[in-house]
């Protein structure tokens, strides 16, 4: 039996063509029974997430893949003369177990490390079981994908880290006020990057942005677009007092950011805990704020230095889950029902069983005048004589597990010709 | 029964070389293990201390085993709660070890003197040890996370943020925790204070005498209500409160052990 997988997600293929296999229960319902109805495939899932659409089957050969693929993905073309079938990718046996770890794993993603997946992956194989279109091989593949999963999320923080200065910023305000909600945040200058760091943390909620700006119209403009809403420059000081958080992106240092006027804001908020990002340059706010008392400062160079060092954490975090990957994918075809000595044990007993008979019948071809209880007794007596000769070599196969040796299963083939057969 | 205790500290002590690993080789399936190796420990201790009351048939917190025991349960319980409801990973060592510390003078102490209910203000006597016992436990919690609040506001004062603090809550959370662990450990202390002077009433027909142990107490209780005063009033939030709660928390443990002594 073979893993096999056809699929397509956001690295192959642009949104325009995945929208066309936007999932819903009943098209995943659709093309599972549509794999399904494939005499060669034995057992289907189909994953389907906002990024991903994936066939998961089960064949007894490798060939058979160009009929999954055909019949699973029917929408061939995706309009202007492109075909689909341009945007997928097949992966057979080893290539397509480790390819579903990577993906229970998050290691696939968008967001590497986002914990969606895993429900996701869950989902597609509740919903195959249901369908009763899971048998021995997938089920003990998903299981594995979801067990591996959850031991990469254990043993390393791969969801963790920062990927831009606008998470780096909302990381620290969470590790500063624990949560975004009902935090007000305010922006001063109407540069494109306090846009997109005000953005981060005004977290989709309306009114919690306050942007003030020398000049009305960026402002507006920003205003406009639903970042947050306009305040005259002349209020600072006054907004100062109440915001958690102060973005300042001006070109130049202006007197009501200096430390003196932080003294008094900081008096006059009772010391409430305030962080400032700075992503003036040149600065915006004198560094001799940050030894104030509940302020924290951080400047653009700051930010970017988290970004960096969750980029390092974040590839080391990679490499142990790949590694932790690479392990299941061995460990699970050396522990495979299919691997080691089993088919070695079902060829032996096969083949013994096709002596025992032939000779049975060539026997009773020559005594005549048996009774049927006779013949029976016949039969019996040898399959108790074969059941008796192979106990021993069955057993201690059997007890070398998945460890079984190379070479001691080929002496054992070997010995009983196994590999003339079939 | 000391046997059952002592098997209680070895699953603490177990928890906490996992704490230790977490630290050293930074892998967080350790202080996974080690919490679940806690949450063992604390059922353990659980049906000690139940099967232990069920057999002395007596009060408890009248002996420094006992007394000690619960406090070191409060304490694993407040720890488990706040690692469900807070996630507040990475704290588990500061928390770990103060329970090994309550669960060896638990072990290792002596009573004195016995206390028994035919005592004369044995009521009195009884919710002042009963008070001061809980009230450590309530102040131990204030002082991890007023350790673990200076950690990371340094952390993230200089701008780096690496190791155990990292995986810390928020600052907020921290000093929110902190705040209430105050609040309450100070009920609670004030309760030993009024207690603690109607047993001495009692007994030596004065409130308050010279003992300078008494001396201390009222002063310690003073210094944490100018505290929690001025936290309400002047904003001695953040970084300030949590330097002066930590001073005074020492200067309580240092009382208590003088008591003790």
């Known amino acids: ?422 | 029964m000391q046997t059952a205790f002592v098997s209680v500290l070895i699953f603490y002590l177990i928890a906490t070389v996992f704490y230790v690993l977490r630290v050293i080789v930074g892998r967080p399936l350790f202080s996974a293990i080690g919490f679940r190796v806690i949450l063992v420990g604390a059922v353990l201790q659980l049906a000690v201390l139940a099967t232990h009351w069920y057999g002395i048939q007596a009060v408890l917190f009248v002996t420094y085993l006992d007394a000690f025991q619960i406090s070191a349960l409060l304490l694993v319980v407040v720890f488990i709660t706040l690692c469900f409801t807070q996630k507040f990973y990475g704290s588990g060592l500061f928390f770990v070890t103060l329970i090994d510390v309550f669960c060896i003078l638990s072990l290792t102490l002596q009573n004195p003197y016995s206390i028994t209910s035919t005592l004369p203000g044995f009521g009195f006597l009884y919710f002042h040890l009963a008070s001061i016992f809980l009230s450590l436990s309530v102040f131990s919690l204030g002082l991890v996370t007023a350790l673990m609040y200076l950690m990371l506001e340094y952390q993230l004062k200089s701008k780096k943020l690496i190791g155990l603090a990292a995986k810390f809550p928020s600052l907020a959370a921290l000093e929110e925790i902190h705040h209430k662990a105050l609040s309450f450990g100070f009920i609670l202390f004030s309760g030993a204070i009024l207690t603690g002077a109607g047993y001495s009433k009692i007994r030596t027909h004065h409130y308050i005498d010279e003992d300078p142990k008494q001396i201390l107490s009222v002063l310690s209780w003073l210094f944490f209500a100018v505290i929690l005063n001025f936290r309400v009033r002047r904003g001695w939030l953040g970084h300030k409160a949590v330097i002066l709660s930590l001073m005074g928390f020492v200067g309580l443990f240092f009382l208590f052990f003088i008591g003790i002594k």
Request: proline share 2%; charged share 25%; glycine share 6%.
């Open chain 1, 1 to 422: 039996m073979n893993y096999v997988l056809a699929g397509m997600n956001h690295r192959t293929a642009p949104i325009g063509v995945r929208e066309k296999f936007t999932q819903t229960a009943q098209v995943d319902r659709h093309m599972l029974k549509k794999a399904l109805s494939l005499e060669a495939v034995r057992e289907a899932t189909v994953l389907s997430t906002c990024n991903r659409v994936e066939v998961y089957c089960v064949c007894e050969h490798p060939h058979q893949v160009t009929d999954v693929v055909n019949e699973v993905f029917e929408k061939s073309t995706a309009g202007d003369g492109v075909n689909v079938r341009d945007f997928l990718y097949v992966k057979t046996g080893d290539e397509a177990v480790k390819h579903l770890f990577r993906v229970a794993a998050s290691l696939d993603a968008l967001v590497v490390g986002e914990n969606q997946i895993v429900g996701q992956v869950k989902d597609a194989f509740e919903s195959a079981r249901g369908e009763q279109a899971l048998g021995q091989h997938l089920n003990r593949l998903f299981h594995k994908a979801l067990y591996v999963a959850k031991r990469i999320k254990t043993e390393t923080e791969i969801g963790r880290g920062t990927v831009s200065v606008g998470s780096a910023a909302v990381m620290l305000t969470r590790k500063i006020f624990d949560t975004l909600k009902d935090r007000d945040v305010l922006l001063v200058g109407a540069g494109e990057m306090g846009e997109t760091v005000a953005r981060s943390l005004s977290d989709g909620e309306e009114g919690r942005v306050h942007i003030v700006n020398r000049t009305a119209d960026k402002a507006l403009a920003l205003e406009q677009s639903g970042l947050g809403t306009t305040r005259l420059w002349q209020d600072l000081p006054c907004l100062m007092t109440t915001a958690d958080i102060v973005i300042t992106a001006l070109s130049e240092s202006v007197p009501e950011l200096h430390q003196e006027s932080f003294k008094t804001i900081m008096h006059q908020r009772k010391n409430r805990t305030l962080f400032i990002i700075d992503l003036g340059v040149p600065r915006n706010v004198p560094p001799s704020v940050a030894i104030l008392d509940n302020v924290y400062l951080y400047n653009v160079d700051d930010l970017k230095n988290i970004v960096e060092e969750g980029k390092w954490e974040r590839d080391q975090h990679r490499v142990t889950a790949q590694n932790i990957i690479d392990e299941e994918v061995r460990l699970f075809y050396e522990t495979s029902p299919e691997t080691g000595a089993m088919p070695a044990i079902a060829s032996l007993a096969q083949k013994i069983e096709d002596v025992r008979q032939s000779e049975v019948k060539r026997t009773l071809s020559r005594l005549k005048g048996l009774s049927d209880e006779d013949i029976q007794a016949i039969d019996k007596m040898t399959q108790a004589i074969v059941g008796q000769i192979l106990k021993d070599p069955i057993l201690t196969l059997k007890g070398k597990g998945a460890q079984v040796e190379k070479g001691f299963l080929s002496v054992f083939k070997q010995l009983f010709r196994l590999d003339d057969e079939g």
